[in-house]
């Protein structure tokens, strides 16, 4: 399997904070979500993929090319999408079609255009009187008008209504009948992923802690409740233990093990992505802490 992104080895100090050998890769054709918490890492470990920022140690390859050495080239090949808004204020989408059509060698205004008119963001109104989810909607718009072979989406659905995260990821799914379209998606909104994602990378404190496919992933873990005495016994097989009044509650790779030796005593259920996060977080500390 291809890969259309390689990050080998990535480490940078900024003050307190540290990219921690970060070493992954986004396999070609298939979106990857990229999760953790605000402050995790997300957004910093994506723009030393874009060369925003300049790592100490590491090697980054996008679409078998070096980013450092082939920006230009390689920013016609991705679509962009930050939460935050990067646009020249003044401009109204229509006069900044003109600059699009300039900048992105294959720049397709009527697919620009027949997007701005699906998302409902009014195409002569200057970007600064656009609401902060209509700024986002009009990224989105840019970014699948120019044949790009990568989205990078860094939490394009937080500031988005319910109604069009939807949408959106009805879209990003179609785009994905495309073999050669590939998506990394940043979200601290898990459920989006649940919905389209195909490997999910979690990153916390600057330091990637898994990189697996989703399906295998929520195969393989479960999460287990019971009294917590089970807890006390059998804490060798349970993942970030969380204990009150009622009992514990724990993420388990061994559930059918856990069945046989306490049968009713034990339920076993599947685990969201949230859930998941919590449970691995809390595991994280108790080792730290241990």
């Keep these: 399997m291809m890969d259309a992104v390689t990050v080998k080895g990535l480490d940078k100090y900024m ?3 540290r990219l921690k050998d970060i070493n992954l890769s986004l396999r070609k054709g298939y979106i ?9 890492g997300k957004s910093t470990l994506i723009h030393h993929m874009l060369t925003l920022k300049k790592q100490d140690e590491g090697r980054i390859s996008i679409l078998d090319k070096d980013p450092e050495l082939e ?3 390689l920013l016609n090949r991705i679509g962009l ?3 935050e808004d990067r646009f020249p204020q003044n401009l109204s989408p229509k006069k900044l079609n003109r600059l699009l059509n300039i900048y992105y060698i294959n720049w397709h205004a009527d697919t620009f255009f027949a997007y701005l008119e699906r998302f409902n963001v009014d195409a002569t109104s200057k970007v600064k009187f656009l609401s902060t989810g209509e700024k986002v ?3 989105i718009a840019i970014a699948l008008s120019h044949e790009a072979e990568l989205l990078i989406l860094d939490e394009p659905t937080s500031n988005l209504d319910p109604t069009f995260r939807m949408e959106l990821l009805d879209i990003l799914q179609t785009l994905m009948m495309d073999e050669d379209i590939t998506i990394l998606f940043s979200t601290h909104i898990t459920t989006d992923l649940e919905k389209i994602a195909d490997y999910v990378v979690m990153i916390d404190d600057g330091e990637v802690l898994f990189d697996m496919d989703k ?3 929520f195969e393989s873990y479960r999460k287990v409740k019971g009294d917590r005495q089970i807890a006390a016994d059998a804490g060798g097989v349970l993942i970030g233990t969380a204990t009150n009044a009622l009992g514990f509650e724990a993420m388990t790779k061994e559930p059918q093990a856990l069945k046989e030796l306490y049968g009713e005593k034990v339920l076993i259920e599947d685990l969201t992505m949230d859930e998941m996060m919590y449970f691995i977080k ?3 500390g108790e080792t730290i802490n241990g």
Excluded at 32 to 40: D, F, R, V
């Design 282 to 284: 809390r595991e994280k």
């Design 81 to 83: 999408v930050f939460a």
């Design 32 to 40: 990857t979500g990229l999760i953790g918490e605000n402050g995790s």
């Design 71 to 73: 920006r230009e080239e």
């Design 215 to 217: 399906d295998v992933l």
């Design 137 to 139: 909607k009009l990224s």
């Design 15 to 17: 003050g307190r904070f």
